[in-house]
């Protein structure tokens, strides 16, 4: 086998692997069920409400998760969480995905 061709077979297993990796992380994140701190949601400036069984929310889901990774005042909220689904009740959240812009409250 060639040189070329063993490079791009490599270059081509990598990407796929590290792809693989990405969307496990992404999704698995989604799942996460555990209650936002009370610190995390005063100091956020926007607040994405979702669920983890909505389809909608599936679809935006990797660029909510990437936005919050690299923003910190943005904060995802399970409402499938009890604790997260009271929060979801102080912001009249009805139906999801829900963003709400704090910053616009005051």
């Known amino acids: 086998m060639s040189n ?6 490599t ?4 990407s ?16 996460n069920r555990s ?3 009370k610190a995390k949601i005063s100091s956020a400036h926007t607040l994405v409400f979702y669920r983890d069984n909505c ?3 599936q679809q935006r889901y990797p660029a909510y998760y990437l936005k919050s990774v690299f923003d910190k ?7 499938n969480n009890s604790t997260n689904g009271q929060l979801a009740e102080k912001y009249n959240v009805k139906k999801t995905p829900t963003i ?3 910053s616009r409250e005051r």
């Open 4 to 9: 070329l061709k063993r490079f791009i077979l």
């Open 11 to 14: 270059g081509t297993i990598t």
């Open 16 to 31: 796929c692997i590290a792809i693989t990796i990405a969307l496990l992380t992404i999704f698995g994140a989604m799942n």
């Open 35 to 37: 209650a936002i701190s």
């Open 55 to 57: 389809r909608k929310c």
């Open 73 to 79: 005042s943005y904060v995802l909220v399970n409402v």
């Open 100 to 102: 709400i812009n704090k």
